[in-house]
Structure formats: structure tokens, C-alpha cells
């Protein structure tokens, strides 16, 4: 099963150049910090209320991209989602390169080094249930084009992708105005997604602010 870093990473890439599409460093940071929440929120190790991430169970996923947020996340004090959202931001980097590390060891992607690209070397790859499902950005097209029941997992990325405004990168802006109002109604779906979206939110407006004071 790809974890969400690793289908975000597979979301900004361009088939047609093999390269990423350009989002803020911020907007990427977070969306990684929040996937590898939402992650552990789907193994059942972690909840969200109103007001703070809740630890339900410490036993360790056996998943490298997970597990040091879970032990540190067991070892502190109960903390808001947010807290949690900017401590994994500080490891962003290192749990990107290790997401697409696992990328091309699974087969699906391949470095060009002479070009630095990244090519789809297997255009499907299986779930969890071992289905053959489309490709993560075909699969989110298809639940904002349609008025389908989403999958729990697309809920959430949907949730997250939006909340970073990564879809203002890979939608035009005749297919955002169109979109926009599945995303909100695909948003209602999910109260860990409306957490965590609602955590980087805060973030954003707090670094906004940070910067106008500066000015």
C-alpha cells in the first residue's frame, strides 16, 4: 500500500517532462506533514477532537516513513494537531527522499540521472486489497469530476492537497471553478482531513502575519 507522501509525490509529477510541479516549499512541507498524520490516523495509532491529537495506540506500524513521528508523538505530552503538523515539517526533506527512494524500489518510478527526471516506469500499481487502481492523480480527477462516493483515503488526500493549495497548481483555472465546489462538499467528509486542513490554515495565517509585522 503507498502511503500518502508517497502519493503526493506521484500527484506533482508531470508525465509529460518527467518533472515536479513547482508548489511552495511550504505548501509541500505541510502536505507531507499532514499525510504522515492522516497515515497514522488510518493504522489506528492516533485520533483527532476539537482541540488535540489524541495517541490511541503506540505499537510501532513497522512502516520507516511513520514511526518516528508515532514514537515521538508517544513519548510527549498531548499536543493540538497543529504542534504535531510543524514538528514533522523539520524532517520534511529526509521523508520526501525516502518516499521516492521507496518509489523506485517498488518499480513505479525511475531516475533519469543524466536529466534529473523521474519517469513512470509501471502506469498502475496495487492497493491494499490488491486491485489494480488508476494512478493517484487520474483517481482524485475522477472523484472531482463526479458525483461518485469517494474512497476514505481520497477524502483525505483531497482534504490535504487542498489545505496546501496544491490545486492550484495541477488545475487549470476553468477546471478550479468547477471543482471548487466538490472539493468543499468532499471536505465535509472527513474530521481528521477538516483537522489537519484546518491546522496547516492556522499555520499559513500565523507565518502571514509573522511576515506583515515585519513590514
Known amino acids: 500500500m503507498l502511503r500518502f507522501v508517497e502519493e503526493i509525490i506521484l500527484l506533482l509529477l508531470r508525465d509529460e517532462d518527467g518533472r515536479f510541479v513547482r508548489v511552495p516549499n511550504w505548501a509541500l512541507d505541510y502536505a507531507i506533514a499532514g499525510g504522515v498524520l492522516m497515515d497514522l490516523a ?32 508517544a513519548s510527549a505530552e498531548t499536543h493540538p494537531t497543529r504542534h504535531w503538523v510543524e514538528h514533522i515539517v523539520e524532517s520534511a526533506d529526509g521523508i520526501r527522499a525516502e518516499g521516492l527512494t521507496r518509489l523506485v524500489d517498488a518499480g513505479i518510478l525511475e531516475r533519469q540521472e543524466e536529466r534529473f527526471l523521474w519517469v513512470f516506469r509501471t502506469r498502475r500499481y496495487p ?26 483515503r481520497d477524502v483525505m488526500l483531497i482534504c490535504l492537497v487542498d489545505a496546501c493549495g496544491i490545486f492550484d497548481e495541477l488545475l487549470s483555472r476553468s477546471e478550479l471553478e468547477k471543482a471548487s465546489e466538490r472539493i468543499a462538499q468532499v471536505r465535509q467528509m472527513d474530521l481528521i482531513g477538516q483537522a489537519m486542513a484546518q491546522a496547516i490554515r492556522d499555520i499559513e495565517v500565523s507565518i502571514a502575519v509573522s511576515i506583515g509585522r515585519m513590514y
Open 42 to 73: 488510518m493504522e489506528n495509532r492516533i485520533d483527532t477532537d476539537l482541540d488535540n491529537l489524541v495517541l490511541i495506540d503506540s505499537t510501532p506500524v513497522g512502516d520507516s516513513l511513520l514511526d518516528p513521528t508515532l514514537a515521538d508523538i
Open 127 to 152: 492497493t491494499v486489497d490488491g486491485t489494480v487502481e488508476r494512478e493517484v492523480k487520474l483517481r482524485l480527477m475522477g472523484v472531482l469530476f463526479s458525483n461518485d462516493i469517494p474512497d476514505p
